[in-house]
């Protein structure tokens, strides 16, 4: 809902929120959006399937026997509405407030290989990825690096490069001279 508040902002609930006018980023938010609304749909058809048989059969051990079921599901849910929370930070609105993630930097970048296996197009990533430093805004840093991917990574095959140095995270994309940097403290080890 619009209010008399400058051309920029949107009001949520009485609240103003800033909504960044980058280009790169609003186009990165239309293109994943499809992306996550359809691990949305996966994770729906679980719980639909499941009310379903419960339904018809009103046998509750179902709930038993499908509980790895429900633990798949939720998990889904779990990383699917963190990577919902950045998209949404990324426009303007803090839905993640101080939530935390260890894999958070994983998840989103799995989300960007998800959006090119889309295009027919492939994206690696590195074996191991570190976390965002608990410090830092988790949302704004994977963000940041979401979209510098997306500007770099154009082959139909790329592959993300990490090398820590004694200064910073340098994030490179496979066969392309320009690099990503991250002061090192921003990033941490996953143990």
């Known amino acids: ?12 609930e009485g609240v103003g929120v800033q909504v960044p006018a980058s280009a790169p980023s609003a186009q990165l938010a239309s293109e994943l959006l499809p992306v996550l609304l359809h691990k949305l749909n996966n994770v729906t058809q679980v719980f639909s399937g499941l009310n379903s048989l ?22 889904q849910l779990h990383r699917l509405g963190w990577v919902v929370g950045m998209l949404g ?20 970048l799995e989300a960007l290989c998800e959006l090119y296996g889309r295009e027919g197009r ?12 608990p410090t830092e805004a988790e949302p704004r840093v994977c963000w940041e690096l979401l979209v510098w991917v997306r500007a770099h990574a154009s082959a139909a095959q790329s592959r993300i490069l990490l090398e820590a140095t004694d200064e910073a995270w340098v994030f490179r994309v496979e066969g392309v001279a320009a ?8 990033l941490v080890e996953l143990s």
């Not at 509750?60 to 998990?75: F, K, P, V, W």
């Not at 690696?124 to 965002?132: A, I, N, Q, S």
């Open 122 to 133: 492939r994206l690696e990533l590195p074996e191991r990825l570190p976390r965002v430093t």
């Open 89 to 108: 930070a990324s426009q303007g609105a803090d839905l993640l407030l101080a939530r935390r993630e260890a894999q958070a930097l994983r998840w989103s």
């Open 54 to 75: 419960l339904t018809v059969t009103k046998d509750a051990s179902l709930l038993t026997e499908r509980a790895g079921d429900l633990e798949y599901a939720g998990a």
């Open 1 to 12: 809902m619009a209010d008399a508040m400058d051309s920029k902002s949107i009001s949520r």
């Open 179 to 186: 690099e990503y940097r991250l002061p090192r403290a921003v």
